[in-house]
């Protein structure tokens, strides 16, 4: 059945008759686009799309497609994508399985430039399916046609609005540097609640079954696309490991790229086989695959989303050498060891430093600086502290421990008039008793680009993961210099 | 300096006078506190002590005793504990630390039965500090009164309203079964928001220095406390290693032991001698001595919290076979990936529930039983997948992901309306688009004694650390039985 997969794989390769449009653009930023298909009233499908289209103020042209309507809620309905009066860039098709292979053929005929298929009972539904799937891939290679999916939510793009998930969503994404891609619907704005993680997304992409867009073709996209600094991505199998090398290796020396890859496992190898009918393949293989490719890989969903955001919001570091400000011997002791498996190396302080510090209290001298020991006398002095440490040449990251007694103002402007080095990332770590004040801070913290987070261990790996760059960063440089 | 402390231990056995007291009830239940020391206006001290006990309602006698005041807000305060007119069962000292010997020698004239010793400057400050910690655990030898610290905020004890914290603390912690103790203030009411964790609590202790009741005393305290079920402690060392497995071995075979212990680097092992004066100690050795005494060790502080939660909610399982509800294919895969590394193997469905799900919709046949290929169709049948994989003979637990766009109060009816087989625990992925949402249905479960989570990764482990206790539990009966 494994092999059998493969073989597929190959076939549609051998089929490649006519040049790929290798610009993805009009996935992310159509001029028109097309809905085709289902219009019923649900809380899924076409009409949602149309919603979510609006609602999040895309301003291209909305056209929807189905032969058995002639309008729903006052909107002109079109039986077929050839009969529409302007060019469509991208089709957005929620019909059945079955269907789909004759719609795509039209869209060719359309001149469509980009087709996401939707509609799921393809290659994850064993052999029939997989049938389907073959068809449009035929008809993709032959006319050029890029198709992202089947079985995917689609495409985000927070600067022109385009959402092309069939689920409703609750609120408008922020926009920002981060471009988030993945294997799975999970990471669509209806799987993660990415506004409430102070998350800011410049675009966020499903590859569903992979059918003919791949996570490749969209890191080669991503590389120049000017609204994305880093980009973040679960994928579950790699179609051509050459050419993810070749690209990857060239696109992480200009931006960073994070991985969570699932199916570490044989067993859940086998239930993502037949979740988009791909091999997860070996463990082993892809963590020396993404080493070799200066990809920094994480362990987590979560992982992915927390580490990423330090990328969005802070600066790369210089060096490894971390200091840690702590509010009590144990956090010290907890972001020392974490510190330490991620790469990172307790910093030395100056002397000066050391003297710094022990003019504002002897308690707070050396690395980690426990604030906590004075926190009896009231709130401790947080803007001397980060200042001392973050501007010890000693010192390439930092990691603060915060308070969640203490207002989120008395923070926010504490950070604001602290002098901060280039090139010095520093992640905070807020606790305390109560959600209120945590959450407070959490946002005010995020909102001004201070990336927090509300475990000790994922404000250090974040550092850790950044300082992991620094070294894929200088070995590209060291390696140039040798040529 | 760490052999030298190591010597300061075993002088202090040999000082052993007078056996020990070893009932710790007056550190929960004292019927009288005085609180000795600081009653200056601050954020921090005896005054916030008051205020605290007062807050949370306990009704047992509670003495001021400064020299300098005769009273504060119009309460009484007496200058020394030899002058007043009750017997107390509990002193908390927050005098400076060159004082404390003499105040407790004052407790123990007085036949105070317990002592916290809230004041810092001891072992942790080097060795005038530890001179005056020897003294005060001479005096402890000598009369067999008990001392928990210095440099601790206390206990908190649920059913009482006991608490010893001299920091504010914003809410009160519901009262459960879920005994927490460490060797940091990070675990006092200040220090972690257990309310918002939905997390419920009987006893709360912080070693602080452990210059006398420590760790292996708590536990056997512990063991018999008939409000806790499951024990969480962080510990950063432990200093006898054969009473420890001695009565770790005892106390596991009734009630499931939890540990995190940082510490692992040989740089925050360093960290920690500074912060309690203590040792903090091969981690492969601590590693080896947990799995002997059939402890259950966990690697952060969050993952204490959210795995002990599921011990304290569910019941034990019999076996190690998961089964899988998920929303997407790729929940699936990090599920199954996190449970094979957790011990846990994924159920093989019986015939029947197969069948069942069938008849539900075909695409929910096996585990992974993914609800969502059919969300199209609206409310996924959770009750029915729920309860076809908890009643099938071959699952032991189950973990079920909940899409945080569907109402609470329909996850809450569903699961109330459930034939749930006994020892078969059950933990909930919680995620959607919008943190109120999840929040909602986050805070409905827990109330309700379901254990939810904003991770995968973490509901899994939970189960896996169930099954660990399965098997530590197994051994031990496996053991008489050869015996």
Tied chains: 1, 2.
Aim: aromatic share 8%; proline share 5%.
């Amino acid at each position: 059945m494994g092999d059998e997969k493969v073989m597929v794989g190959r076939e549609e390769k051998n089929l490649k008759l006519k040049d790929k449009n290798n610009d993805l653009s009009s996935f992310f930023k159509p001029e028109s686009v097309a809905i085709i298909g289902s219009l019923s009233q649900s809380w899924f499908g076409g009409l949602v799309i149309l919603n979510n289209l609006l609602d999040w103020g895309y301003s291209g042209g909305i056209y929807l497609i189905n032969p058995s309507y002639d309008e729903v809620h006052g909107v002109k309905v079109y039986p077929n994508i050839k009969g529409l009066p302007e060019i469509i860039d991208l089709a957005i098709i929620m019909a059945a399985a079955r269907q789909v292979p004759s719609i795509v053929k039209d869209c060719t005929e359309k001149g469509v430039k980009a087709i996401i298929i939707v509609s799921d009972g393809f290659a994850e539904r064993g052999e029939n399916g997989a049938k389907l799937q073959r068809e449009v891939v035929e008809t993709a290679r032959r006319t050029g046609i890029r198709i992202l999916g089947p079985n995917t939510v689609g495409t985000v793009n927070t600067t022109t609005g385009l959402v092309t998930s069939p689920y409703p969503i609750g609120s408008k994404i922020k926009r920002g540097n981060i471009a988030f891609a993945a294997q799975t619907g999970l990471i669509s704005p209806t799987g993660l609640n990415y506004g409430d993680f102070g998350y800011k997304i410049s675009k966020i992409c499903d590859f569903g079954n992979k059918c003919d867009v791949d996570e490749i073709d969209l890191i080669e996209y991503l590389a120049d696309d000017p609204e994305t600094k880093v980009i973040a991505m679960e994928i579950e199998g790699i179609r051509d490991g050459r050419r993810f090398l070749d690209v990857a290796r060239r696109v992480t020396k200009k931006k960073p790229i994070l991985i969570f890859k699932p199916g570490r496992t044989k067993e859940s190898a086998r239930a993502l086989m037949s979740h988009t009918g791909s091999l997860a393949g070996d463990k082993k293989i892809y963590e020396s695959a993404f080493k070799q490719a200066g990809i920094i890989q994480v362990n987590s969903l979560r992982e992915l989303l927390e580490i990423t955001k330090a990328f969005s919001y802070q600066p790369i570091p210089k060096g490894n050498r971390l200091g840690i400000i702590t509010i009590t011997g144990a956090g010290g002791a907890m972001a020392t060891d974490v510190a330490i498996e991620s790469g990172l190396v307790l910093a030395k302080l100056s002397v000066e430093t050391n003297e710094k510090l022990y003019e504002i209290h002897p308690s707070l001298v050396g690395n980690p600086s426990d604030v906590g020991q004075i926190a009896g006398m009231g709130i401790p002095p947080y803007r001397e502290v980060i200042e001392a440490m973050l501007n010890d040449v000693n010192v390439d990251c930092l990691l603060c421990t915060l308070q969640g007694m203490i207002p989120a103002e008395y923070y926010l402007q504490t950070l604001n008039e602290i002098k901060k080095p280039e090139n010095k990332p520093i992640t905070f770590w807020v606790f305390g008793p109560g959600s209120d004040g945590i959450d407070q801070i959490y946002f005010e913290l995020e909102n001004n680009g201070y990336p927090a987070y509300l475990d000790i261990e994922s404000a250090v790996r974040a550092l850790g993961a950044m300082c992991q760059y620094t070294k894929i960063q200088r070995r590209v440089k060291d390696g140039r210099r040798t040529q």
